[in-house]
Nanobody, 119 residues
Framework: EMQLVESGGGSVQEGGSLRLSCAAS????????MGWFRQAPGKAREEVAT???????TLADSVKGRFSISKDNAKNTLYLQMNSLKPEDTAMYYC?????????????WGQGTQVTVSS
């Protein structure tokens, strides 16, 4: 299991931007997928963006055109650039890494970083 440390959350006005970072600590040199999830109070966890092992990405429909995901492989750091933020983007954002082929679930999770968007 690898250690994931998120940063970059905070409070912003509607229409603003934030960039989340997730630094992964691992001795494993094999490629692994990483993703961002979010969970708002009373709502189910949502997979927001994923970077797969081959570098291709997936974005949830709710954030397409506003969010982008990228990764610095040399630093093992995943980023989520969030633009044109809306109040409905308010949630705890979690980084996850190393999705299992067997069941599609991620092996490692960060502690989360809060994003609050005010109107």
């Amino acid at each position: 299991e690898m250690q994931l440390v998120e940063s970059g959350g905070g409070s912003v006005q509607e229409g603003g931007s934030l960039r989340l970072s997730c630094a992964a600590s691992t001795y494993n040199s094999r490629p692994f997928s990483m993703g961002w999830f979010r969970q708002a109070p009373g709502k189910a966890r949502e997979e927001v963006a994923t970077m797969h092992t081959r570098g291709d990405t997936t974005l949830a429909d709710s954030v397409k055109g506003r969010f982008s995901i990228s990764k610095d492989n040399a630093k093992n750091t995943l980023y989520l650039q969030m633009n044109s933020l809306k109040p409905e983007d308010t949630a705890m954002y979690y980084c996850a890494a190393d999705r299992r082929v067997s069941d599609g679930k991620f092996n490692s999770w960060g502690q989360g970083t809060q994003v609050t968007v005010s109107s």
